[in-house]
């Protein structure tokens, strides 16, 4: 019998274009229609009218079981909904929607995110049979953010096919249904074919970069940095001739976001186990090009740094560096004693949420209860100072 087993979710947003992903039981055709829809003052969906005017189809008549259908000319920051269809041999149909999704924002439109990591890597250890994450996923969508970003580990074992749907795409279905999302490799999904089959990210796709509204993102993979066989310590590799290293160089050299924000799995900065002091070797990078916001994940805990530079708190322009270990919490992952570098930690179950304005950086630390447990402000001037309250 043909059935949806994943999704629908969503990839790639800009301000044109988006991707619909889903996964069937077995190889059909897929077909994606997207559907325009009028701000109303009461009515079905929110605010919004139902679905009523047809924008675009589009259809892949070569059967697949991972579908990836693109949607193109669309408009910036502009919600509709979309219909996902699939055909087998058959003539068995299946279908999902209509379900909202909304294009990127263009520079100067505030938008928000949320940010997690470790729904995998923690289920491991998990005995709450998946609660955390579904309460995760389930809080995060509260906040209706316009995208996502997981700091890698979504799986216990990449390589295992089971994983992604028991740890990510199982407990985030509704979540992913009308939130895009960015994801980095972590030490758990081991750069397995999974991740690149189930994710759509931009070239070179292991580690790329995006701009949504005021704020350019930059992914990186610090597993190729630091493989396994030689982890904590990185290949010596992280430096100029290294193409992750050069493409980051361009990549920062290249934007002039009002906003910097890179993230990657493995932390160069957090008081409990599992720091990766060998990561440090990027932060005169990050320092030289503006990067105002670094999220790493890997220690299963919370943690935000003082604002750093050249290896020392700096109120007046450093980085701050937060590990949003997510999903899980590891008390014993915390060491009794706070590192200089450290400004607040925590061993909950959490995820960030992030408004971005031309001026802010809101961030706020949540717990899976809904509980607010940190937050911080960064406030950039016209002349680009910045100050944190
Ligand atoms: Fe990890």
Same mark, same amino acid.
């Given at each position: 019998m043909l059935t949806i087993v994943k999704g629908p979710y969503l990839q790639r947003p800009t301000t044109e274009t988006m991707t619909i992903m889903w996964e069937t039981s077995e190889p059909a055709a897929g077909q994606v229609d997207l559907w325009a829809s009028e701000r109303i003052h009461s009515g079905h969906r929110g605010n919004y009218k139902p679905p009523e005017r047809l924008v675009s189809s589009v259809r892949h008549a070569e059967p697949a079981?991972?579908?990836?259908?693109?949607?193109?000319?669309?408009?910036?920051?502009?919600?509709?909904?979309?219909?996902?269809?699939?055909?087998?041999?058959?003539?068995?149909?299946?279908?999902?929607?209509?379900?909202?999704?909304?294009?990127?924002?263009?520079?100067?439109?505030?938008?928000?995110?949320?940010?997690?990591?470790?729904?995998?890597?923690?289920?491991?250890?998990?005995?709450?049979?998946?609660?955390?994450?579904?309460?995760i996923f389930r809080r995060m969508g509260q906040y209706r953010p316009d995208i996502a970003l997981f700091v890698g580990d979504l799986v216990n074992d990449g390589h295992r096919y089971e994983d992604w749907e028991t740890y990510f795409f199982g407990p985030g279905k509704e979540f992913l249904r009308s939130t895009p999302f960015y994801s980095c490799l972590g030490n758990h999904e081991d750069h397995a074919e999974w991740y690149d089959a189930f994710m759509d990210f931009p070239s070179p796709r292991s580690y790329y970069s995006f701009d949504y509204g005021d704020v350019h993102f930059t992914c990186l993979d610090s597993t190729e940095w630091i493989p396994s066989a030689s982890y904590p310590h990185s290949a010596g590799e992280i430096r100029p001739g290294n193409a992750q290293f050069d493409f980051l160089v361009r990549d920062l050299e290249a934007y002039d976001a009002r906003w910097k924000v890179v993230f990657?799995?493995?932390?160069?900065?957090?008081?409990?186990?599992?720091?990766?002091?060998? #990561? *440090?070797?990027?932060?005169?990078?990050? +320092?030289?090009?503006? &990067?105002? /916001? %670094?999220?790493?994940?890997?220690?299963?805990?919370?943690?935000?740094?003082?604002? #750093? *530079?050249?290896?020392?708190?700096?109120? +007046?322009?450093?980085? &701050?560096? /937060? %590990?949003?270990?997510?999903?899980?919490?590891?008390?014993?992952?915390?060491l009794p004693k706070r590192e200089w570098h450290t400004s607040q930690s925590l061993a909950v179950p959490h995820f960030l949420q992030v408004t971005a304005t031309s001026s802010r950086l809101e961030i706020r630390a949540i717990d899976e209860e809904g509980r607010l447990f940190d937050s911080f402000r960064i406030r950039k001037g016209n002349d680009g100072k910045k100050t944190y309250d």
């Amino acid at each position: 019998m043909l059935t949806i087993v994943k999704g629908p979710y969503l990839q790639r947003p800009t301000t044109e274009t988006m991707t619909i992903m889903w996964e069937t039981s077995e190889p059909a055709a897929g077909q994606v229609d997207l559907w325009a829809s009028e701000r109303i003052h009461s009515g079905h969906r929110g605010n919004y009218k139902p679905p009523e005017r047809l924008v675009s189809s589009v259809r892949h008549a070569e059967p697949a079981t991972i579908h990836r259908l693109a949607l193109r000319g669309l408009e910036p920051g502009t919600l509709y909904f979309y219909q996902i269809y699939a055909e087998n041999a058959a003539g068995e149909r299946v279908q999902s929607g209509p379900h909202p999704l909304k294009t990127a924002v263009p520079r100067g439109v505030p938008f928000s995110f949320t940010v997690t990591s470790e729904t995998g890597g923690y289920s491991g250890f998990d005995v709450t049979d998946g609660r955390i994450n579904r309460n995760i996923f389930r809080r995060m969508g509260q906040y209706r953010p316009d995208i996502a970003l997981f700091v890698g580990d979504l799986v216990n074992d990449g390589h295992r096919y089971e994983d992604w749907e028991t740890y990510f795409f199982g407990p985030g279905k509704e979540f992913l249904r009308s939130t895009p999302f960015y994801s980095c490799l972590g030490n758990h999904e081991d750069h397995a074919e999974w991740y690149d089959a189930f994710m759509d990210f931009p070239s070179p796709r292991s580690y790329y970069s995006f701009d949504y509204g005021d704020v350019h993102f930059t992914c990186l993979d610090s597993t190729e940095w630091i493989p396994s066989a030689s982890y904590p310590h990185s290949a010596g590799e992280i430096r100029p001739g290294n193409a992750q290293f050069d493409f980051l160089v361009r990549d920062l050299e290249a934007y002039d976001a009002r906003w910097k924000v890179v993230f990657f799995h493995y932390p160069p900065y957090v008081s409990g186990g599992y720091q990766v002091e060998d #990561l *440090r070797q990027i932060c005169p990078l990050l +320092e030289r090009y503006g &990067v105002d /916001l %670094v999220i790493n994940s890997h220690t299963i805990v919370y943690e935000r740094s003082h604002p #750093l *530079r050249s290896g020392q708190v700096d109120e +007046e322009g450093g980085i &701050v560096y /937060l %590990v949003a270990g997510g999903a899980g919490a590891m008390p014993e992952w915390l060491l009794p004693k706070r590192e200089w570098h450290t400004s607040q930690s925590l061993a909950v179950p959490h995820f960030l949420q992030v408004t971005a304005t031309s001026s802010r950086l809101e961030i706020r630390a949540i717990d899976e209860e809904g509980r607010l447990f940190d937050s911080f402000r960064i406030r950039k001037g016209n002349d680009g100072k910045k100050t944190y309250d």
